[in-house]
């Protein structure tokens, strides 16, 4: 067994040292040594058994978190289809029967969320969302789009009740929203253009099937259905129930359910009256004598336009003297 010339003795000249250094790349401790010494070669390949193992380990990580978000993808799918199929289900059913419409909702929802998802995840967006200036970009733009469409729900609320629409403040939240959509809605272009891609996807699957035996673009099939399922829906619900003419019946209905309030104590009007408090010091009511009930968001949305909103409302004093001196 060869015992390391340098384990206990210093090199003293230039050739003693650069033996000194071969034999730390080239020598390993021996078993035999009381206390073994590891040189520079056992250090090295240490760090390069660590190196592997962090490696390795990083990439079974990275293919974990891989499957987890296909998996995910894949529920959102699965829950939208199961949806729109519960949907056209036994018309037997009384539960079915009484929440259709909000199936059908749940079932857009989880359309929304998987094409959503699909575009976050392409390379495309992946790249051009690192820029800031992107960033930056989008903020400014959706700012704008906000305060633009709280400034026309502020209009819309004002043509239907002759009154400024701070008086009516979650209804014009809910407009807001409403139009924040029907003004967003060209960028549904872009779902338009992704689809497109996936069809070419499609048909080149179609056209070299026979050559090989991969198996169908799942992805793109999805994509391209749940695609076709919000741009129909957005077209429809944009121009049959949010149209121009569809808008103010949505607000008046909105302001009845969430605004106006049928408990007061004005001495001076009636009882059974929808009247909403005007000004900073609330001494002014408008009030309207219809009675609008609202069930669900189906009634909501499509029972609107048998609505008749009224040519005027009163816009009358609060008169509280008299309750309080009873």
């Known amino acids: ?11 003293e000249n230039t050739t003693e040292r650069i033996e000194a250094i071969y034999e730390e790349f080239v020598e390993s401790p021996q078993k035999g040594d009381y206390k073994p010494v590891e040189t ?27 499957l987890s978000q ?42 929304v969320m998987y094409v959503g998802v699909c575009l976050e995840r392409s390379l495309f967006f992946k790249h051009l969302w690192k820029f800031g200036f992107i960033k930056v970009f989008t903020s400014i733009l959706l700012s704008a789009l906000v305060v633009f469409s709280t400034g026309k729900a502020s209009s819309v609320i004002n043509s239907v009740f002759g009154i400024d629409a701070s008086a009516f403040p979650y209804t014009r939240a809910y407009v807001t929203g409403i139009l924040v959509f029907k003004y967003a809605s060209p960028l549904l272009t872009v779902v338009v253009l992704f689809a497109t891609v ?17 198996l169908p673009p799942f992805d793109s099939i999805a994509f391209l259905l749940l695609s076709l399922i919000i741009l129909c829906t957005s077209w429809y619900i ?29 001495a001076n009007i009636s009882t059974g009256m929808n009247v909403i408090f005007v000004g900073p010091d609330q001494l002014r009511v408008l009030v309207d004598v ?31 003297a008299t309750n309080n001196a009873n």
């Open 40 to 66: 520079l070669k056992d250090f090295v390949s240490s760090l390069l058994t660590h190196v592997k193992s962090v490696e390795r380990n990083k990439g079974y990580e990275k293919k974990t978190n891989e």
């Open 198 to 214: 996936h069809v070419v996807f499609i048909f080149i699957w179609v056209k070299s099937k026979g050559n090989d035996y991969e």
């Open 238 to 266: 944009l121009n049959r129930y949010f149209s121009d003419k569809e808008l103010p019946n949505k607000v008046y209905i909105l302001a009845h359910s969430i605004d106006f309030n049928s408990k007061y104590r004005c």
């Open 290 to 320: 219809n009675k609008i009930e609202i069930d669900d968001i189906e009634s909501f949305l499509k029972d609107s336009s048998q609505v008749n909103i009224p040519e005027k409302f009163y816009l009358l004093p609060c008169d509280t």
């Open 70 to 111: 296909k998996a995910t993808v894949w529920a959102l799918f699965a829950l939208s289809v199961l949806a729109f199929l519960f949907s056209i289900g036994n018309r037997n059913w009384d539960w079915l029967n009484n929440h259709r419409f909000a199936v059908i909702l749940c079932g857009v929802a989880f359309a």
């Open 1 to 11: 067994m060869n015992k390391r010339k340098y384990k206990d003795k210093k090199p």
